[in-house]
């Protein structure tokens, strides 16, 4: 089926999220959609799936005009898609997950789950998945659950299929085998939107390449274009894709981890048994697949949660057992990986939120009275250096862009005097630009001869950011390997598959 | 793999506020099904001020087709509507008319009066009934900031009541000693009443919904037992389930003399109103309420203790609600308490922290606006038998239309923020 939107403009208040957009999506193609966070890819992909109505423009399937009120109508034409965060439930099996909503039933009422499962089993040997539809989805790993959404989408007899960034919650050798998959849908005729700003991924299915910027198509791309070509058409200028950064500087500070064990309430073990060192002047990414311990260990450090055994020293002092505010005041600047629930206050304006984890002594608080005169200044100056772009200092944070919103966090957390800096997924959801921006202005935190602890699930920013990778799987240690251990050793070891000759945990 | 998922799940119930979606179409995010509510709650108490007022032009609109509705003149020429429907309209433009006149005249102006000094006297009243109203929903609108419920108003009231009208009537001290020991122990009595809800809540997770309302109950059956037994709250040689009076020296003074019905409460209540505006807005304690209320993950990442502020906020909250109670037994009813002493301020409370929009100022608008309809309600009653419970119908309507804010947006044609939305990005995405 072919696929044609025309003139597609979708507007949110005083602001143009999508303008005048025109794509064609031929049957048999994997068509691109590469754009920064924000420039309006999910918008478009939303008006086509009928979650927003478009203010002026036309969706045509095959060369007819068709109005979707909401996803039903959508899927009905033959428009699938799948989401980024699955939209499935945990504890349904895979065969009432691909039933739902299209629930066939006998006389009375009664789930006709043979069916279903007949349908999951029949696409699964089709495109070669290995997927049992009496499976629990919560038992699932996740590239299985995304094959269940495909399944999902394709038991619908969906002709059209989106993928809503479908590699973030993917290892290496995951998004492997969906490239693949891709591909096979590809040969039976489906025609294939894959949104994402990963540019590797991009080169390697796409046949042909829409880039939009700010709402609009800024221009075609051909799949054997660079890396730099494509960011730069991404941003609209040139971009530094590598980071530049010195050899470390060891200085004196230190912070080491020992033995740390961290559980869930029920007595899963989700770090086990984990030690480290990290000295003053480097930076140690932890990497792995997202859920694999590395979110535990970084609230760990933080005293969010209590370790069960194990030891975390900063220059000689020990954080375990203390709270929250007192292992802040050992000037450890923190980055949350999810800055929209652990970072921000999205009510609060920019200046509010630039104290919020400052307010036990001075310069914003004395005597327990706000200084307000002292906030707005070094808000302002903050705005400044950071490059936050925003109407004022009394702009609500949950009004910036990501990138913006996250430059909030790093303005915050830089300008304390650091003993230790961990941050989390720093640069999850912020655009291009601003990952430049922030990754250097982490090298020169690292530079003053802070220990640094970054977070990352992204294969490129650990190569790129870190002086040695720690790989996490199942909440223990892979192993630790200098940053330029290439890029299929890294998978495996993601996968939990331990190299030679890598330094032992 | 689990991160801790259950506790992320009841974190999520008490979201308060997750990520708002922006009106830029980016980073379109949304709280998860199990903290609807919660946005509600949130959407209620700090709504837009147009939506204020738009609920409050709705809710007296609505009270009007009732006056007219219940008007014998109206029912009458309706009778005969479809021959002369110009009479039927006329008498319900009178009814209505006097009766809004007439309400009017028992709460603002009394322009019958035959001197300023009588004119005016309903505008006191008015500013009077709005004393205890006021105290209570800065209580209320306060533990709203910090993303509580406090439906314990009454009970926080009553066992202020109990405080400060025991030192009232039992204990002999010089004025104003005896007043302001007297408004201590009572202040105090709410706040502790209320820091027992914090407590629970901080430490046990208990909902202060629900904690609070059980504490209203056992508040009053405390408050029956302490008046119906000799010795303790009962005036001495009465067998009635009410204290003795209170002594002059506790009595908060009548402002402006014996004719106006105004006291010192008045004062106690708008100092509370600059306080709490200062809490709020300039100190350390009020800057962790916000953040609490508004996005509690994050204010436990920034160090802040969520648990200690849950019980502070009780506390301060509570001493609120208590200044109402104390100003009722030390300011309006002098004369000995029973247990109707509440007389449903602690209920009425959070009607007027919904309209006041959980902001210090707001509530001292609402409050006045409410006392105003107490005072002009039985005027109506009196001179025009339109019946009170219309006004209690038009309060109720009033937060009605508050907690649904789209219904209002959607009669007078406002726009509706962030139009449509699309399904929160999940936290636990790798929960495999």
């Known amino acids: 089926m072919r696929l044609e939107l025309r003139g597609i403009t979708k507007r949110f208040g005083p602001l143009v999220a999508n303008d005048h957009i025109d794509l064609v999506v031929q049957p048999g193609e994997i068509h691109c959609l590469l754009g920064e966070n924000g420039a309006g890819k999910s918008t478009l992909m939303n008006v086509l799936y009928g979650l927003y109505t478009a203010d002026e423009g036309e969706v045509l399937l095959d060369g007819e005009v068709r109005h979707f009120r909401g996803p039903g109508d959508a899927m009905a034409a033959g428009i699938g898609m799948v989401h980024q965060h699955f939209m499935l439930i945990p504890v349904f099996t895979v065969a009432e997950n691909v039933m739902l909503g299209n629930e066939k039933t006998h006389g009375a009422g009664r789930l006709d789950l043979e069916a279903a499962r007949t349908k999951v089993r029949d696409i699964a040997a089709r495109f070669g998945f290995a997927v049992d539809p009496d499976a629990l989805v919560e038992d699932l790993p996740v590239g299985v659950q995304q094959r269940v959404e495909i399944i999902k989408a394709l038991s619908r007899d969906a002709k059209v299929l989106i993928f809503d960034e479908p590699t973030a919650v993917l290892t290496p050798q995951e998004t492997d085998e969906l490239m693949s998959i891709m591909r096979q849908l590809k040969e039976t005729g489906a025609a294939i939107v894959f949104i994402t700003h990963k540019l590797r991924e991009v080169r390697e299915v796409a046949d042909r390449i829409t880039v939009i910027r700010r709402g609009t198509v800024v221009g075609e791309a051909s799949p054997d274009s660079t890396d730099a070509e494509l960011a730069s058409l991404m941003v609209g200028r040139a971009v530094e894709l590598t980071v530049h950064k010195d050899p470390p500087r060891h200085s004196e500070n230190e912070l080491v981890v020992t033995g740390l064990e961290v559980t869930d309430p029920r007595g899963t073990v989700l770090v086990d048994d984990i030690s480290f060192t990290v000295r003053g002047g480097e930076i140690l990414v932890v990497a792995g697949v997202q859920g694999n311990g590395q979110t535990e260990l970084s ?17 000689g002092e020990e954080l375990v057992g203390r709270s929250v505010r007192s292992v802040l005041d050992e000037g450890v600047g923190f980055v949350p990986e999810d800055r929209n629930t652990d970072g921000l206050v999205g009510k609060f304006t920019i200046a509010e939120n630039l104290m919020l984890d400052r307010t036990s002594n001075s310069p914003f608080v004395k005597g327990g009275v706000l200084q307000l005169s002292t906030l707005d200044q070094f808000a302002r100056e903050a705005v400044e250096e950071f490059d936050i772009r925003t109407e004022g ?67 490129d920013e650990a190569s790129a950011l870190g002086d040695r990778i720690m790989v996490m799987y199942r909440g223990r240690i892979v192993g630790i390997v200098p940053a330029d251990t290439p890029r299929d050793v890294l998978g495996l070891m993601m996968a939990g598959i331990p190299q030679e000759g890598t330094e032992a945990a | 793999m689990s991160t801790p998922e259950e506790e992320r799940e009841q974190q999520d119930v008490e979201r308060a506020e997750s990520v708002q979606t922006t009106a830029t179409g980016r980073d379109t995010k949304e709280v998860d099904d199990g903290a609807r509510w919660r946005e509600a709650f949130t959407r209620a108490v700090s709504g837009g001020w147009v939506v204020s007022l738009g609920a409050l032009i709705l809710a007296v609109l609505a009270g009007s087709i009732m006056i007219a509705g219940t008007d014998e003149a109206v029912q009458e020429a309706f009778g005969y509507f479809f021959s002369r429907p110009g009479d039927t309209f006329s008498a319900a433009g009178a009814a209505v008319g006097n009766a809004y006149a007439a309400l009017f ?10 001197s300023f000094a009588m004119a005016i006297r309903p505008a006191l009243n008015s500013l009077n009934f709005a004393t205890p109203l006021l105290a209570a929903g800065l209580g209320v609108a306060l533990a709203f900031r910090a993303g509580l419920f406090n439906i314990g108003g009454q009970g926080q009231m009553l066992m202020a009541a109990v405080g400060a009208g025991w030192v009232g009537f039992a204990l002999d001290m010089p004025w104003p000693i005896h007043m302001l020991v007297a408004m201590v122990v009572g202040i105090s009595f709410g706040a502790l009443w209320a820091g027992i809800a914090g407590l629970l809540k901080a430490y046990t997770g208990a909902h202060e919904v629900i904690v609070t309302i059980m504490l209203n109950w056992i508040a009053f059956y405390l408050l029956s037992f302490l008046l119906a037994t000799p010795g303790l709250l009962q005036a001495p040689g009465s067998a009635n389930p009410k204290t003795a009076a209170m ?24 100092l509370a109103v600059v306080l709490v505006w200062w809490i709020l807005q300039r100190s350390r304690l009020g800057f962790h309420f916000r953040a609490v209320g508004l996005n509690p993950h994050a204010a436990r990442v920034a160090g802040i203790d969520v648990e200690r502020s849950t019980v502070y906020v009780m506390l301060v909250a509570g001493a609120l609600v208590g200044l109402a109670g104390t100003t009722q037994v030390l300011g309006t009813v002098t004369t000995g308490f029973s247990y109707d002493i509440d007389a449903g301020i602690g209920f009425d409370a959070i009607t007027v922290a919904l309209l006041g929009r959980s902001a210090p100022f707001g509530v001292l608008g609402a409050a006045i606006l409410f006392g105003a309809f107490k005072a002009g309600g039985s005027v109506m009653q009196a001179a025009e038998g339109v019946p009170i419970e219309i006004v209690l119908v038009v309060q109720s309507l009033i937060v009605l239309f508050i907690a649904a804010p789209p219904l209002v947006r959607a009669v007078f044609r406002l726009p509706q923020p962030g139009a449509r939305r699309k399904p929160r990005r999940e936290k636990k995405e790798a929960a495999a």
């Open chain 1, 299 to 315: 609230e760990a450090l933080l005293g969010l949660t209590r370790p069960t055994s194990g030891s975390i020293t900063l220059n």
């Open chain 2, 247 to 270: 002594r002059d020296s506790a009595i908060m003074p009548d402002l402006l003399g014996p004719r106006y019905n105004i006291h010192l409460g008045f004062v106690f209540a708008l």
């Open chain 1, 393 to 459: 200092i009394e702009q609500h944070v949950a009004r910036l862009s990501g990138g913006n919103q996250q430059k909030v966090v790093l303005a915050r957390e830089l300008s304390k005097d650091l003993n230790l800096l961990v941050a989390s997924q720093p640069t999850r959801g912020v655009d291009v630009g601003s990952i430049e921006f922030i990754h250097k202005r982490i090298v020169e935190t690292r530079d003053r001869g802070v220990p640094v602890v970054v977070i990352s699930t992204e294969l």
């Open chain 2, 105 to 114: 005249r028992g709460a603002v102006w009394d322009f019958r009066a035959d």
